[in-house]
T-cell receptor
Framework: AQKVTQAQTEISVVEKEDVTLDCVYE???????LFWYKQPPSGELVFLIR??????QNEISGRYSWNFQKSTSSFNFTITASQVVDSAVYFC????????????FGQGTILTVHP | EAQVTQNPRYLITVTGKKLTVTCSQN?????MSWYRQDPGLGLRQIYY???????DKGDVPEGYKVSRKEKRNFPLILESPSPNQTSLYFC?????????????FGDGTRLSIL
């Protein structure tokens, strides 16, 4: 069965620090997809990125970058030069090839960026 | 504006009083689903629908019902709510039920069952 673990329950940093959010997943499928979502204090869920299991290229989008490593079943998320607006709960999620769209979420990491 | 709309946003009610949380999307998406979010557990899927008149159970379906009579609407029904259903609920939709589709989420409904 699929599982996603975000071991960091809460992280607190000061503005401009870099921060990495860890995500480890388990799946028996060879085809799967990994996602990150952001939940700001207002409560909505915002899609950030999708990665498929055949594409291990790292991705950078502005201050955000993602490191996907199949060898360690990890899909970590780094925010460079964090800002107060980055304060949110971040969820990592997994969708398996035969899962009919179901997302299996990690427990979430609460990130607080202090000014 | 493309969106998933849930109503109500907040509801406090009592055990046993039937309630419905509505969900509507304007993106002509085939796939819709419901999740509940609980502290320390992330989000868990309650029910999903691949298309009109096609629904199926997710991981935590007990105590919930759904229907999909129209493509745009996917209401969540609690026939006899209990305190353990106090949670934050999200409706989501995607173009298809393929696993690579990012899902669009509503703003959430916070339910408190006393």
């Amino acid at each position: 069965a699929q599982k996603v673990t975000q071991a960091q329950t809460e992280i607190s940093v000061v503005e401009k620090e870099d921060v990495t959010l860890d995500c480890v997943y388990e799946t028996r499928d060879t085809t799967y997809y990994l996602f990150w979502y952001k939940q700001p204090p207002s409560g909505e869920l915002v899609f950030l990125i999708r990665r498929n299991s055949f594409d291990e290229q790292n991705e950078i989008s502005g201050r955000y970058s993602w490191n996907f490593q199949k060898s360690t079943s990890s899909f970590n998320f780094t925010i460079t030069a964090s800002q107060v607006v980055d304060s949110a709960v971040y969820f990592c999620a997994l969708s398996e090839g035969g899962s009919y769209g179901k997302l299996t979420f990690g427990q979430g990491t609460i990130l607080t960026v202090h000014p | 504006e493309a969106q998933v709309t849930q109503n109500p946003r907040y509801l406090i009610t009592v055990t046993g009083k039937k309630l419905t949380v509505t969900c509507s999307q304007n993106m002509n998406h085939e796939y819709m689903s419901w999740y509940r979010q609980d502290p320390g557990l992330g989000l868990r899927q309650i029910y999903y629908s691949m298309n009109v008149e096609v629904t199926d159970k997710g991981d935590v379906p007990e105590g919930y019902k759904v229907s999909r009579k129209e493509k745009r609407n996917f209401p969540l029904i609690l026939e006899s709510p209990s305190p353990n259903q106090t949670s934050l609920y999200f409706c989501a939709s995607s173009r298809t039920g393929q696993p690579n589709q990012p899902q669009h989420f509503g703003d959430g409904t916070r339910l408190s069952i006393l």
